[in-house]
């Protein structure tokens, strides 16, 4: 019934309709759930005696006359007057000659709008009107009324009056679905209720619990699906159940020989994955870490348990450069255990490829490093135990998808964009979170600055000073709209520039995405090995690379970045023993660009950061959130902690005792 097309019930024109479906209403439901953008309250009516101009007012009383005239140059206008106990005030309209039909004399009315001094004598001009009719209620003023969005031929007058009638004859439709525990527990108004009321509100403390209520409707139903999709996930893999025992005295050994100690972050992290591996169904685990946090070695050590346990593992990078990166190191920090570790991409002749396949098929490989190339046709594993993925973000959900049907391993996934927690168990909620919130101890704040253009000459020379004390230097191009093209000439002009101006007695590299493979490992080989001092870039470099000596990152065109990005360039330098900087350059900047940067000055946190990012541009700029099926929530902010984390515990305990939602239809129909 509350499917009915709003053709069949409202009496209006197909135009209306069509405008009305633009704003995504269709049916009667659609309608009712189409909810105000804000409120004006005006309960509270202004006395004549008390108005002042160029204030919106609201005055309640009598129409002692009205009539229509023109002016000398021709306009249309109506002209009144309004009348209550504390005195009376003329009224204008221009080109509403109707005006005078439909309000007729000494009708009691409310006017709502600002009165203008002109002419000696105050006036309102144009105001919303509303006739009160004795046995109706108010619906535009006189109480707090409700604001919509609107299109072009569709005003908040015309919904509320629309709307007036579909609320108090329909709404009886609508089902509670909430169960009586949850509603009991948190105090909430009924579904019904919140409806009404958040279109219609009596007063203002019911508005706020209905709108509470609908807030938390929506974050509890996508809370209850991803926990569900978790279920599921766990429950249909346990056939497919990896027998992982813990190796300790191996782990201990391998830790013990590393060139540091693990933080407590990092042992924290490692004993929930281990945790999670020794379970019957496979792990889904998302770990976060800022740049430079040593996501790494706790993935090394897991993969170090998996196969020893005698299963396989894959670990999948969004670049070549990070994956290449990644095998160098696995087989660096592995080298005691006579492992058979192996690489794939894009550059991998086909030769060879075919080759590692087959070892993946057979079981030789026991760690398997690439790229996309990882989930490309034909790939195969004979006993996959772990399957990680290096900077999630850059992946889409597919891709993880396809990860994770080669045998229904454990899942790992990496992110060096800490995405506010709240964000993480609303869009990745089906996973587990791992958060390693401190760096290794040693290493220094990078001291992060706004560079002046009149002070970049100044900046040059003392980056050349640093290198000449040993340092190297990174330089960032600005990005450019999405052009491959344009963006390697701006960073070809850069490297010109620099290379024959700016510092012609050093060494100056060039990295930018349309680099053959070979010539992208020489210049980072040849930057690791110090023979490069700097390296000018486009944002190709944005993820993982580790060359610890590296202590200045020169962003330039810093504004057309977005705080996560600028955190992760950073991230390139104060990795190793040495003071690091990072000198922000703009060419303009707009409010959000100096929100961003001044951000990027104050804090090295990156969950700080994203948090700021978060909300300066919403969810699904940053993560791309439509992409993973969340809906554009009405009510709920993606950003109210306090919310998510209530309507995650409720939709836990329902799903705990009944993940099916066998005893719940109503929910299992709304997810
Ligand atoms: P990310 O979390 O950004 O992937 P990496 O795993 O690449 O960080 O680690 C960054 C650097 O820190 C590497 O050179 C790594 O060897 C080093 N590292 C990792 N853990 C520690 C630690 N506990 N103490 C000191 N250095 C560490
Ligand atoms: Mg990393």
Request: charged share 30%; net charge positive.
């Amino acid at each position: 019934m509350l499917n009915k097309s709003l053709d069949k019930v409202l009496r209006t024109t197909s135009r209306h309709l069509g405008r009305l479906e633009l704003l995504g209403v269709k049916t009667v439901k659609d309608f009712l759930l189409y909810f105000p953008r804000t409120y004006n309250d005006t309960r509270e009516f202004t006395k004549i005696a008390e108005i002042r101009t160029d204030e919106i007012c609201t005055i309640k009383g009598q129409l002692t006359s009205l009539f229509n005239i023109r002016t000398k140059n021709g306009k249309k206008m109506t002209r009144g007057v309004i009348a209550d106990k504390t005195g009376s005030l003329g009224v204008v309209w221009f080109n509403q000659p109707h005006l005078t039909r439909m309000l007729p004399r000494n009708s009691e009315i409310i006017l709502s709008g600002k009165a203008k001094f002109a002419f000696g004598k105050i006036t309102l001009q144009g105001p919303s009107y509303e006739l009160i009719k004795k046995e109706e209620e108010q619906i535009h003023s006189g109480r707090i009324v409700p604001v919509y969005h609107e299109t072009e031929g569709i005003n908040s007058k015309w919904i509320r009056e629309k709307l007036k009638p579909l609320v108090d004859n329909w709404i009886e439709l609508f089902e509670e679905y909430m169960p009586e525990e949850i509603l009991r527990e948190h105090g909430f108004v009924g579904y019904k209720t919140a409806i009404r009321s958040v279109h219609f509100p009596d007063e203002p403390e019911l508005l706020e619990k209905s709108k509470e209520r609908l807030a938390f409707d929506e974050l509890f139903l996508l809370q209850l699906k991803v926990l569900q999709k978790r279920w599921f996930w766990q429950n249909i893999n346990k056939p497919y159940a990896k027998n992982i025992k813990i190796h300790n005295e191996i782990l201990k050994d391998c830790i013990d020989n590393l060139p540091f100690t693990l933080t407590n972050a990092q042992t924290k992290s490692l004993e929930e994955i281990l945790e999670d591996l020794k379970k019957p169904f496979p792990m889904s685990r998302l770990l976060q870490g800022d740049v430079g946090s040593g996501k790494t070695i706790v993935a090394a050590l897991a993969v170090l348990n998996v196969v020893k346990s005698g299963y396989q593992v894959a670990i999948m990078a969004p670049t070549e450069i990070l994956a290449k990166q990644h095998y160098k190191g696995f087989i660096e920090t592995l080298k005691a255990y006579s492992l058979n570790i192996q690489f794939i991409a894009g550059s991998t002749t086909k030769k060879t490829k075919e080759d590692i396949i087959r070892q993946m098929k057979t079981g030789t490989v026991d760690i398997m490093i690439g790229t996309h190339s990882l989930i490309q046709e034909g790939i195969g594993f004979k006993n996959l135990g772990l399957a990680i993925i290096d900077e999630q973000h850059r992946f889409g959900v597919k891709q993880r998808e396809m990860l994770k049907s080669y045998g229904s391993p454990h899942l790992l996934a990496m992110t060096a964009t800490p995405i506010p927690r709240t964000l993480a168990i609303t869009v990745y909620g089906d996973q587990d979170l791992s958060i390693i919130d401190e760096l290794p101890k040693g290493r220094q704040k990078i001291i992060t600055r706004l560079v002046p253009e009149k002070k970049r000459i100044e900046a040059y020379r003392w980056i050349e000073d640093q290198v000449k004390k040993g340092r190297q230097a990174f330089v960032i191009c600005p990005l450019i709209d999405d052009s491959d093209v344009l963006e390697v000439k701006s960073v070809l002009k850069e490297y010109a520039f620099l290379s024959e101006h700016v510092f012609p007695s050093l060494k100056v590299g060039l990295l930018h995405g349309r680099l053959k493979q070979e010539e992208k490992d020489k210049i980072m080989n040849d930057y690791n090995d110090n023979k490069i001092n700097i390296l000018v870039s486009t944002s190709v470099i944005e993820v993982g690379i580790d060359v610890p000596n590296a202590s200045i990152m020169l962003i330039e065109g810093a504004e057309r970045f977005g705080l996560s990005q600028l955190h992760q360039f950073r991230g390139r330098v104060g990795r190793g023993e040495h003071q690091s900087y990072c000198f922000l350059f703009t060419n303009s900047l707009s409010e959000e660009g100096t929100t961003r940067i001044k951000a990027m000055e104050k804090y090295t946190s990156g969950f700080k950061l994203s948090e700021i990012d978060l909300e300066i541009r919403g969810p699904g700029e940053i993560y791309g959130i439509r992409q993973s099926g969340i809906p554009d929530l009405k009510m709920a902010s993606l950003t109210d902690s306090v919310n998510i984390e209530k309507a995650r515990k409720s939709a836990q305990k329902i799903i705990n005792k009944d993940p099916e939602l066998k005893n719940h239809p109503k929910l299992l129909e709304l997810i």
